[in-house]
């Protein structure tokens, strides 16, 4: 307690604040929060609830005309103060001309936060309401619904959604978390940081255990096995650039419009991927007569429409698509160990086919006679046409050819003279061939490709040209593979929004 103020008991601290407190414990999520170094004795995780404290004086004893006062309360704000006490202080503010003081604050419990507290009740009045993050608000459905329960074996949602927002993904949905990347974002090295890689779930994220993960392998095999992931470490690792693209990508770009999350064109990232090759799993526990597919099942699912219990998420390839694609069984991104929402502790890697095959949080794989006939391989993931007046439908499987361009931004304004038109392109067939960039509808002009061309990740091109003339600039790019694919001028409508590999175009502003 700060020094010249007398002391309180706990009998004398006001109780108006309990009702803050009382659903806090019993219902509202956890955040793990770590208070700093700044605490003496406090430097384990632990669970902390949000307030939101409001300190009321009269203009007559206005804390701030008495320079002693005033520090002693502006010290005791401080952040290795309040560490002391055990709380973190998110932000503060004096409403200006109101004698009002609010800050954000989470604390251990009740009695730290009171305990913080006296000071600001010795000078005025204090009010203490429960909180939320805006992220927790959103992935809950509402400023009026309760907290939700969330379960040990799943990953807080609004933590979750909070962690891809500061990374600066543009959120779609929070719960199940859906976030792409900003397409300036990526202009910049071979991979995409973790943070800002896209994020595409159906169901609630899995929050595993990977001490006490196992990955079984069953079905018509001659071994079944179940391996921890001390198992796959000790096998031979391998390591694959590896661009991953949601099918859905481009999907707000069809007219008219279709179902399904609205993605942009940033439902696309590259990683370096490292693991444990598919082929030597499967060739561990042996395939027995007629096995010629694999279903691979995630450990996330939940209710879908049109079915009447819970089902999990689960794709499924042949065996000879399995051998062709190279797939890796994948436990690190980047150098670090897979997180929740990108697998933890294994996902699957299918280069070359759009990431709904890259199953995460992948706890088995069955080997069939027969091809997967799972929800999200027989019902959804399905271009459908209609073609000469009938039905038509493909499943979706190879990624197609794409270019896109990074840099300059939607809008931007560019000054005259030199500048660089950089993006990316990426094909499931192939490497890239070239990338030819039209300004302004004029011809088009073959870009650089930029670096080591690979059949599995995006290749970065460029084009270094003057602008002499102001006013509007479009920029458009297109990408042609080794296969001899081209993307055309507007990809073919389907019912659900698949593939759209329309050329990338950009308006700019040259001033």
Partial sequence: MAAGLPGLDATQLHHGRSAAFSDIRRKRRCRMIYCGEYASGFTERFPMPLFIVRHQHSPEACPARDPAMAVMLLNHLSRPSAARHGVVIKGEAVVRGSHSLFFIAEAADEVS????????????????????????VVASGGCDQPPAEISAALLDPADACQDAIEAGLLIHRANPLNGETSVP?????????????????????????GDRYRLSVGGLVERPLSLSMRDLHNLRAESLLV??????????????????????????????????????VIERAGLRPGATHLMFRGADGGLVDGHDAPIRFERGLSFD???EAGALLAYEMNGEPLSPPHGYPLRLIVPGWYAVASVKWLTEIIATDTPCEAHYQAE??????????????????????RALIASPDQGESLPRGETAIRG???????????????LNDGRWRAARLVGERRRSAWQWWELITRLDETGPLVVRARATDTAGRTQPDHAEWNRLGYGNNSIHCVTAQVV
Wanted: with cysteine; hydrophobic share 40%.
């Fill in 321 to 323: 698509q399995v051998r």
């Fill in 185 to 209: 974002d990526l202009a910049g090295g071979a991979v995409m940081p973790n943070g800002r890689f896209y994020l595409r779930n159906h169901f609630d994220i899995p929050n595993l255990d």
């Fill in 113 to 136: 936060l009171e305990a913080f507290l006296t000071p600001f009740r010795q000078a005025g009045a204090v009010e203490v309401m429960a909180a939320s993050t805006c992220a927790e």
């Fill in 424 to 438: 990316v392109a990426w094909s499931g067939t192939g490497s890239i061939s070239r990338v030819d960039v039209s």
């Fill in 243 to 280: 661009t991953l693209e949601c099918a859905g990508n481009g999907r707000r770009l069809f007219e008219p419009e279709v179902p399904g999350e609205p993605w942009g064109v940033g439902a696309v990232s590259t990683a370096e991927w490292t693991g444990v090759p598919l082929i030597e």
């Fill in 380 to 401: 959804k993931y399905w271009y459908q046409w209609v073609r000469n007046g009938h039905d038509a439908r493909e499943p979706v499987t190879i990624m197609n050819v």
